[in-house]
């Protein structure tokens, strides 16, 4: 199912790394733009537009944040309970922080907290809720060298994203063994379902946890067309399928995988073949990071596509799987 992706955003720059959410009908995306592929110049900042016809149309840009001396990336989002859009910004310069904002709107987004780590994550990704628990959210950090320092773990917040609560799940991995820009659902009875990227080219990691976050089992998958490849997973609630997204980078190719999370929870090589859902620039690390939210029965999945120092920010929509998706298993 091939779609032609929608324009967000294509002024001149580099327009990356894009987070979109849906607040009620309205779907907002988040994005950065610098010179280049880089994270903490002082040019890169973050902003925001918003569509209420399901990506046809945009509003103006609005800056969420541009702080001086600092590079700013969008690098996870989530709603909280009362249904607000959260966001996690990396702010990096003289030092190295992640804000966390708030908004009802899209238009306005209100600083948070700025919590402090015992580990200093390199990004935290998407935020969820975990009944008993509050709002979850997976963290990984490390220097991407050949040395075995890195580890990823989980943040819990039970006060709405005022404060942050920090465990490891793993420390001292090898590059080949870190799971990185993991995304995750909550699917009931404890039962958390994560895929993370590998920096190695190696196939998608799968982590689930079945007591609410508080351990966790990680296995290598069958997902192997994903090179640098950041996953955004939706679990349907009236189908409850599972959709894996992901940029296959020097493809270009935007990846859906459909699967009964049932089928995979304890068989993570078990998952279904890919379908392609639109095409973008085969230039490696300038198109990617696929990242989706959900309108009722639509998806959308937001990423970036061009070829340096010029890249634009696009959304692919798509309807919701039935269990006619399903693929065969590699």
Same mark, same amino acid.
């Given at each position: 199912m091939l779609t032609k992706p929608r324009i967000v955003q294509d002024a001149e720059g580099y327009n990356s790394w894009p987070m979109i959410q849906a607040i009620g009908k309205k779907l907002v995306c988040v994005y950065s733009r610098g010179?280049?592929?880089?994270?903490?110049?002082?040019?890169? !900042?973050?902003?925001?537009?918003?569509?209420?016809? $399901?990506?046809? =149309?945009?509003?103006?840009?609005?800056?969420v944040a541009n702080s001086p001396g600092y590079g700013e990336v969008e690098v996870g989002k989530g709603l909280d309970s009362n249904g607000a859009m959260l966001l996690w910004v990396r702010r990096v310069g003289r030092d190295w922080h992640h804000d966390l904002y708030r908004t009802t709107d899209g238009v306005t987004f209100t600083l948070v907290a700025t919590p402090q780590f015992d580990v200093r994550p390199v990004q935290i990704t998407d935020i969820f809720t975990v009944p008993?628990?509050?709002?979850? !959210?997976?963290?990984?950090?490390?220097?991407?060298? $050949?040395?075995? =320092?890195n580890a990823w773990g989980a943040l819990t917040s039970s006060d709405n994203g005022e404060t942050w609560k920090q465990a490891t799940v793993e420390s001292s991995l090898s590059k080949a063994q870190w799971p990185t820009e993991p995304a995750a659902v909550y699917l009931g009875n404890g039962r958390i379902l994560a895929i993370g990227r590998t920096e190695v080219g190696t196939p998608q990691f799968q982590m689930v946890s079945s007591d609410y976050g508080a351990t966790w089992k990680r296995e290598q998958t069958n997902i192997g067309d994903a090179l640098a490849s950041t996953p955004s997973l939706i679990l349907d609630e009236e189908t409850g399928l599972l959709s894996n997204y992901y940029y296959h980078r020097g493809a270009g190719v935007l990846r859906r995988r459909v699967v009964d999370p049932e089928k995979v929870f304890d068989h993570p090589r078990d998952w279904p073949d890919s379908e392609p859902i639109a095409m973008g620039s085969k230039v490696t690390f300038d198109a990617g990071n696929a990242n989706a939210t959900a309108i009722g029965?639509?998806?959308?999945?937001?990423?970036?596509?061009?070829?340096?120092?010029?890249?634009?920010?696009?959304?692919?929509?798509?309807?919701?799987?039935?269990?006619?998706?399903?693929?065969?298993?590699?």
């Open positions: 010179s280049g592929h880089t994270i903490s110049e002082d040019a890169r !900042a973050v902003y925001a537009r918003i569509s209420a016809d $399901g990506g046809e =149309t945009w509003t103006p840009e609005a800056v008993n628990v509050g709002l979850m !959210a997976l963290w990984f950090a490390g220097d991407y060298g $050949g040395k075995p =320092t029965n639509t998806h959308y999945i937001s990423f970036y596509s061009g070829k340096s120092p010029d890249t634009a920010v696009l959304v692919s929509v798509v309807p919701a799987p039935s269990a006619g998706n399903q693929q065969v298993s590699e």
